[in-house]
T-cell receptor, first 113, second 109 residues
Framework: ETGVTQTPRHLVMGMTNKKSLKCEQHLGHNAMYWYKQSAKKPLELMFVYNFKEQTENNSVPSRFSPECPNSSHLFLHLHTLQPEDSALYLC????????????FGEGSRLTVL | EDQVTQSPEALRLQEGESSSLNCSYTVSGLRGLFWYRQDPGKGPEFLFT???AGEEKEKERLKATLTKKESFLHITAPKPEDSATYLC??????????FGAGTTVTVRA
């Protein structure tokens, strides 16, 4: 099994749909992250969970709703998105929230029509 | 506000043609500087951590160096498989991690 697995890899949704992205890590890490990556822009941190507790919400619109049921799983629930939300959404994990050595999944490519 | 600037935005090299990528930063207290490699359609892959000025790290054809204001990623005698986007990130005293926009390297055979 790969270290960090994200599903689905590709998602197309309308502005009124509700969908979820899933992330699972098999590395025994305690921290998990959601990042947004848009073309030619730096990675944008969205949420951080450390030992299942949300420690950072980087002013993300409420149409993005994270869920972390345990240290190995992370979800991003999506509803009433806008076309500008189209991007690559990356999940990452690390041993703790204080390190910059992150292990990323392959990402979920989201297109909002 | 912490800032990370990578240059150039894109770099096209002939196989065997050595070159360097730059990552300049302004940060309130540097805890660490990190280099990642990202292949198309994949997530970033961690390469190096540098903690203090003067530190160097090497991995195969890659060598990362750090000064008080910038880091360089040197690619020696690159091969086509070194083609990727290289990302730099800095971690400040408050543990916040800030990424640069990346340098896309293309190595032609």
């Amino acid at each position: 099994e790969t270290g960090v697995t994200q599903t689905p890899r590709h998602l197309v949704m309308g502005m009124t749909n509700k969908k979820s992205l899933k992330c699972e890590q098999h590395l025994g890490h305690n921290a998990m992250y959601w990042y947004k990556q848009s073309a030619k822009k730096p990675l944008e941190l969205m949420f951080v969970y450390n030992f299942k507790e949300q420690t950072e919400n980087n002013s993300v619109p409420s149409r993005f709703s994270p869920e972390c049921p345990n240290s190995s799983h992370l979800f991003l629930h999506l509803h009433t998105l806008q076309p500008e939300d189209s991007a690559l959404y990356l999940c990452a994990s690390s041993r703790g929230a204080a390190t910059g050595e992150l292990f990323f999944g392959e990402g979920s490519r989201l297109t909002v029509l | 506000e912490d800032q990370v600037t990578q240059s150039p935005e894109a770099l096209r090299l002939q196989e065997g043609e050595s070159s360097s990528l730059n990552c300049s930063y302004t940060v309130s207290g540097l805890r660490g500087l990190f280099w990642y490699r990202q292949d198309p359609g994949k997530g970033p892959e961690f390469l190096f951590t540098l903690y203090s000025a003067g530190e160097e790290k090497e991995k195969e054809r890659l060598k990362a160096t750090l000064t008080k204001k910038e880091s360089f990623l040197h690619i020696t005698a690159p091969k086509p498989e070194d083609s990727a986007t290289y990302l730099c990130a800095v971690q400040a005293d408050d543990y916040k991690l800030s990424f640069g926009a990346g340098t896309t390297v293309t190595v032609r055979a």
